[in-house]
């Protein structure tokens, strides 16, 4: 199994739609999670943190089950400008002086007109 | 604030050639990274720097070098480039002064190597 996993998509919707990824991981001593966006040829760059009570942005809400393992990422009222890879980020065990950050392949979400 | 700065944008090399790629941040952070990202891999996290004069290896340092020569810079090497090497190289850098960590990412390097 993969450390972390996510759902590849891509996911389709219309403008003003709500959407939902799930990401799993598979070491139950994961220390803090994260989403980061990656626009096409670009650099990701952070979306949010996820904290254990969950945590809202906007249209963004992040929430986190450790029970089973996983972490989800709900948007609301879709704008084209959402369409982007969505990266699950992991912090895990230690790595020499760092925890080791370990990231998912991402899922692509397509807003469309 | 330029953020964190990569050069050059993209590159192309031949088997056996060398090249440093160049990263520098203006955000006073302490920690510096590089990654590499290909097709249903993942970022992976070649080598960082913990702070000025400190650099560890990560996931996949085989074929690198790096160097952190001041707490703006971290340069990457490849000494003898291979086509398996052919990939986007992101910089990144975080303050460690915060609890999430949030990683800063430049612009990043597409080289491929023939």
């Known amino acids: 199994r993969k450390e972390v996993e996510q759902d590849p998509g891509p996911f389709n919707v219309p403008e003003g739609a709500t959407v939902a990824f799930n990401c799993t991981y598979s070491?139950?001593?994961?220390?803090?999670f994260f989403w980061y966006r990656q626009d096409c040829r670009k650099e990701p760059k952070l979306l949010m943190s996820?904290?254990?009570?969950?945590n809202e942005d906007g249209r963004f809400t992040a929430q986190l089950n450790r029970a089973s393992q996983y972490i989800s990422l709900l948007i609301r009222d879709s704008k084209l400008s959402d369409s982007a890879t969505y990266l699950c980020?992991?912090?895990?065990?230690?790595?020499?002086?760092?925890?080791?950050?370990?990231w998912g392949l991402g899922t692509s979400l397509a807003v469309n007109p | 604030n330029a953020g964190v700065t990569q050069t050059p944008k993209f590159q192309v090399l031949k088997t056996g050639q060398s090249m440093t790629l160049q990263c520098a941040q203006d955000?006073?952070?302490?920690?510096m990274y590089w990654y590499r990202q290909d097709p249903g891999m993942g970022l992976r996290l070649i080598y960082y720097?913990?702070?000025?004069?400190?650099?560890d290896k990560g996931e996949v340092p085989n074929g690198y070098n790096v160097s952190r020569l001041n707490k703006r810079e971290f340069s990457l090497r490849l000494e003898s480039a291979a086509p398996s090497q052919t990939s986007v190289y992101f910089c990144?850098?975080?303050?460690?002064?915060?609890?999430?960590?949030?990683?800063?990412f430049g612009p990043g390097t597409r080289l491929t190597v023939l």
């Open positions: 990144a850098s975080n303050p460690r002064d915060r609890y999430d960590h949030e990683q800063f």
């Open positions: 955000m006073n952070h302490n920690s």
């Open positions: 720097s913990a702070s000025e004069g400190t650099t």
């Open positions: 070491n139950s001593a994961s220390q803090s």
């Open positions: 996820v904290y254990s009570s969950g």
């Open positions: 980020v992991v912090k895990g065990e230690w790595a020499g002086n760092n925890r080791k950050l370990i």
